[in-house]
C-alpha cells in the first residue's frame, strides 16, 4: 500500500505486466497441510512471542479493540485524500466489512450498495512499537488467504499485509522516509504476492519511490485465492548488515540489505517501531498496472480472511553492541530508539513528526543508546526535546553520562512543569568535551519520587 499520493510509474507498470504475463512459476514444494483455524506459532527456541491474534470469537463480533483499531473513512485526518493511492472505497468499522467468521477467521470483505458506492475495511494495531532487539531479529507473520475471487469479477481487488514506521501516525505526510514493508500486496486476484520495502524520498530517491525496492512470487500447491498461505518478514539486526527477508511459506524469496540504500535512508527506515496494518483496497495505483477497476462486473463480498497475525522476536546471541560509530551524536536520535532502558515507557506523542516518545521519567530511570560516534572534533552543546506535567514543586535533571549509568555526568540540566505532558520544548545544556565513541546513558535524577519528564529526542552539537 502506497500512503503518499504519488502511483507507481509508467515504467513499473510495464515491467509488472510483463512479469505477470511471464509468470514466476517455481517448483513444487510439499507444504504441511494445516487446518483453516490454526493457532499462532509457538516461538522457536531462543525466540519469544511479542504479539499475537488467533481472531477467536463468535461470529458476526469485531476485532479485539485491546489489539486492534479501525482506520475509516477515506484518508487520515488531514492525510492524503483516499489514502495516497487513489483507491476508492470507504473504510468502516461494520461488521459487514470488518467481522471475525466463527471459525477462528478474521473476514475483511469490500461491499457494493445499491449506488455503486465500495466499502471495505482496514484495521492497525494499536502497537507501534515493533521493532527487533538490537542483535536480534523481529519476525511478522499472517497466515491469509486472498479473496476468493478471479478474472473479471475481481477486477480493482487489493488485498494487503503491511507495516508503516510509527512516525508515520499523526504526521501523514512523511512517507516514505519512515518505511514502509509490504509483506503481502495482491491485485485483480492473480495467484501472485508481491513485497516491498519502502524508504528514502519520492519520487525516485535511493529506493526508487513509489516503486520500491520489492520482489515477487506465486503461491504454490494451492493458489493464493484458493487456500491458506503464510506471509512473512523478518527484521535481522544479528549480523554486521541489517536485512529485510521477505517470505511465502517459509520460502524466503526476496531480501533488502542495509547496504542498498545510504546509512542515513536505512536509519530513518528502522529507528523507530513500526505498526502493522490489514486491509482490502477497491482500485488503486496498483490494480491500475493491471487493468484498473473496480467496475460493473466486479462481485463485491469476497474476503481476505486472517487466520492468525503474530510478532515474534529473538534476542540474539553474542555480542549486542552495535558496530562502532552506528550512531551519529548530530544527527537526531530518537528517544524510543534505545538499546535498553529501566523505568520508562513508550507512548504515542503529539509533538511535530508523530511517532513516539519515552514517558514516565522519575528518579532513577535511565535508557541507553550504543555506538554514539562523536567524532574527533568535542562534542560541547547537548538538546533535549522534553515535556512535563508534573505538579508544581516537582523538577528534575536530564542527565548525560558516558560508558555507564554510573558515571559522572558529562551535562545536565533542569526540566519542571512545562505546561503539560505533551506540551514540548528543545532545551539545551552544555557538556564537557566529548570525542570518540561512546555508549551514552540519558538518565533522570530528582528530589521526588514523582515522574518528571517526557523525552521526544536528543542531539549533540559542536
Given at each position: 500500500?502506497?500512503?503518499?499520493?504519488?502511483?507507481?510509474?509508467?515504467?513499473?507498470?510495464?515491467?509488472?505486466?510483463?512479469?505477470?504475463?511471464?509468470?514466476?512459476?517455481?517448483?513444487?514444494?510439499?507444504?504441511?497441510?494445516?487446518?483453516?483455524?490454526?493457532?499462532?506459532?509457538?516461538?522457536?527456541?531462543?525466540?519469544?512471542?511479542?504479539?499475537?491474534?488467533?481472531?477467536?470469537?463468535?461470529?458476526?463480533?469485531?476485532?479485539?479493540?485491546?489489539?486492534?483499531?479501525?482506520?475509516?473513512?477515506?484518508?487520515?485526518?488531514?492525510?492524503?485524500?483516499?489514502?495516497?493511492?487513489?483507491?476508492?472505497?470507504?473504510?468502516?468499522?461494520?461488521?459487514?466489512?470488518?467481522?471475525?467468521?466463527?471459525?477462528?477467521?478474521?473476514?475483511?470483505?469490500?461491499?457494493?450498495?445499491?449506488?455503486?458506492?465500495?466499502?471495505?475495511?482496514?484495521?492497525?494495531?494499536?502497537?507501534?512499537?515493533?521493532?527487533?532487539?538490537?542483535?536480534?531479529?523481529?519476525?511478522?507473520?499472517?497466515?491469509?488467504?486472498?479473496?476468493?475471487?478471479?478474472?473479471?469479477?475481481?477486477?480493482?481487488?487489493?488485498?494487503?499485509?503491511?507495516?508503516?514506521?510509527?512516525?508515520?501516525?499523526?504526521?501523514?505526510?512523511?512517507?516514505?522516509?519512515?518505511?514502509?514493508?509490504?509483506?503481502?500486496?495482491?491485485?485483480?486476484?492473480?495467484?501472485?504476492?508481491?513485497?516491498?520495502?519502502?524508504?528514502?524520498?519520492?519520487?525516485?530517491?535511493p529506493c526508487n519511490e513509489t516503486?520500491?525496492?520489492?520482489?515477487?512470487?506465486?503461491?504454490?500447491?494451492?493458489?493464493?485465492?484458493?487456500?491458506?498461505?503464510?506471509?512473512?518478514?523478518?527484521?535481522?539486526?544479528?549480523?554486521?548488515?541489517?536485512?529485510?527477508?521477505?517470505?511465502?511459506?517459509g520460502v524466503t524469496f526476496h531480501?533488502?540489505?542495509?547496504?542498498?540504500?545510504?546509512?542515513?535512508?536505512?536509519?530513518?527506515?528502522?529507528?523507530?517501531?513500526?505498526?502493522?496494518?490489514?486491509?482490502?483496497?477497491?482500485?488503486?495505483?496498483?490494480?491500475?498496472?493491471?487493468?484498473?477497476?473496480?467496475?460493473?462486473?466486479?462481485?463485491?463480498?469476497?474476503?481476505?480472511?486472517?487466520?492468525?497475525?503474530?510478532?515474534?522476536?529473538?534476542?540474539?546471541?553474542?555480542?549486542?553492541?552495535?558496530?562502532?560509530?552506528?550512531?551519529?551524536?548530530?544527527?537526531?536520535?530518537?528517544?524510543?530508539?534505545?538499546?535498553?532502558?529501566?523505568?520508562?515507557?513508550?507512548?504515542?506523542?503529539?509533538?511535530?513528526?508523530?511517532?513516539?516518545?519515552?514517558?514516565?521519567?522519575?528518579?532513577?530511570?535511565?535508557?541507553?543508546?550504543?555506538?554514539?560516534?562523536?567524532?574527533?572534533?568535542?562534542?560541547?552543546?547537548?538538546?533535549?526535546?522534553?515535556?512535563?506535567?508534573?505538579?508544581?514543586?516537582?523538577?528534575?535533571?536530564?542527565?548525560?553520562?558516558?560508558?555507564?549509568?554510573?558515571?559522572?555526568?558529562?551535562?545536565?540540566?533542569?526540566?519542571?512543569?512545562?505546561?503539560?505532558?505533551?506540551?514540548?520544548?528543545?532545551?539545551?545544556?552544555?557538556?564537557?568535551?566529548?570525542?570518540?565513541?561512546?555508549?551514552?546513558?540519558?538518565?533522570?535524577?530528582?528530589?521526588?519520587?514523582?515522574?518528571?519528564?517526557?523525552?521526544?529526542?536528543?542531539?549533540?552539537?559542536?
Amino acid at each position: 500500500m502506497r500512503p503518499t499520493s504519488h502511483r507507481r510509474s509508467p515504467a513499473r507498470r510495464a515491467v509488472i505486466a510483463v512479469l505477470s504475463t511471464l509468470g514466476l512459476a517455481a517448483a513444487s514444494a510439499a507444504l504441511v497441510a494445516l487446518p483453516a483455524d490454526a493457532s499462532a506459532p509457538p516461538p522457536p527456541a531462543g525466540w519469544s512471542t511479542v504479539f499475537s491474534d488467533d481472531f477467536d470469537g463468535p461470529a458476526g463480533s469485531g476485532v479485539n479493540t485491546a489489539n486492534w483499531q479501525y482506520t475509516t473513512g477515506t484518508s487520515y485526518p488531514g492525510g492524503p485524500a483516499n489514502f495516497g493511492t487513489g483507491e476508492v472505497e470507504t473504510m468502516t468499522s461494520a461488521t459487514s466489512n470488518v467481522s471475525l467468521d466463527g471459525a477462528g477467521n478474521l473476514r475483511i470483505t469490500p461491499q457494493r450498495d445499491a449506488s455503486g458506492h465500495w466499502t471495505s475495511g482496514r484495521v492497525e494495531t494499536r502497537r507501534s512499537d515493533f521493532q527487533p532487539p538490537a542483535g536480534g531479529t523481529l519476525r511478522i507473520e499472517a497466515r491469509l488467504r486472498m479473496p476468493d475471487v478471479t478474472g473479471p469479477a475481481a477486477k480493482g481487488y487489493w488485498p494487503a499485509f503491511w507495516a508503516l514506521g510509527a512516525p508515520f501516525r499523526g504526521n501523514w505526510w512523511n512517507w516514505p522516509g519512515i518505511g514502509e514493508l509490504d509483506v503481502m500486496e495482491n491485485v485483480q486476484g492473480l495467484n501472485n504476492n508481491w513485497s516491498t520495502m519502502h524508504c528514502g524520498t519520492s519520487p525516485g530517491g535511493p529506493c526508487n519511490e513509489t516503486t520500491g525496492i520489492g520482489g515477487q512470487k506465486a503461491c504454490d500447491g494451492t493458489t493464493c485465492q484458493g487456500g491458506f498461505h503464510t506471509y512473512a518478514v523478518e527484521w535481522d539486526r544479528s549480523g554486521p548488515t541489517e536485512q529485510m527477508r521477505f517470505s511465502l511459506d517459509g520460502v524466503t524469496f526476496h531480501t533488502v540489505n542495509q547496504n542498498q540504500v545510504d546509512a542515513t535512508t536505512w536509519a530513518n527506515a528502522t529507528n523507530h517501531g513500526y505498526f502493522v496494518i490489514l486491509n482490502v483496497a477497491m482500485g488503486g495505483g496498483f490494480p491500475d498496472a493491471f487493468g484498473g477497476g473496480p467496475d460493473a462486473g466486479t462481485q463485491p463480498g469476497h474476503s481476505l480472511l486472517v487466520d492468525y497475525v503474530t510478532v515474534q522476536q529473538s534476542a540474539g546471541s553474542g555480542s549486542t553492541t552495535p558496530p562502532a560509530g552506528s550512531r551519529d551524536a548530530y544527527g537526531t536520535v530518537q528517544a524510543e530508539s534505545y538499546d535498553q532502558q529501566s523505568g520508562l515507557t513508550k507512548e504515542t506523542t503529539t509533538d511535530s513528526g508523530g511517532g513516539q516518545d519515552l514517558g514516565s521519567a522519575a528518579n532513577g530511570d535511565w535508557a541507553l543508546y550504543k555506538g554514539v560516534n562523536f567524532g574527533t572534533t568535542p562534542a560541547r552543546q547537548f538538546s533535549a526535546r522534553v515535556a512535563g506535567g508534573a505538579a508544581g514543586g516537582v523538577s528534575g535533571l536530564v542527565e548525560v553520562r558516558l560508558d555507564s549509568p554510573a558515571a559522572a555526568p558529562v551535562g545536565s540540566f533542569s526540566v519542571a512543569n512545562t505546561g503539560g505532558w505533551q506540551s514540548w520544548r528543545t532545551v539545551p545544556a552544555n557538556i564537557s568535551g566529548v570525542t570518540g565513541t561512546h555508549d551514552v546513558y540519558v538518565t533522570f535524577s530528582s528530589g521526588q519520587p514523582a515522574d518528571f519528564v517526557n523525552l521526544n529526542w536528543f542531539t549533540f552539537g559542536r
